[in-house]
């Protein structure tokens, strides 16, 4: 899934670190989903 790896790369380059905690990884899968099926729609 693309759009989480970009998530998870913006979040470790805005000093979340290069260990993400597993709830915000978590919370970037299910918002890349949502974005992804919401873009699907248009």
Do not use: C, F, W
């Not at 979340?16 to 699907?40: D, F, I, W, Y």
């Amino acid at each position: 899934m693309k759009l989480g790896q970009d998530i998870l790369r913006l979040l470790t380059e805005i000093g979340a670190g290069p260990e993400v905690p597993e709830n915000l990884r978590n919370r970037a899968s299910e918002l890349a989903r949502a974005l992804e099926q919401t873009l699907k729609r248009y």
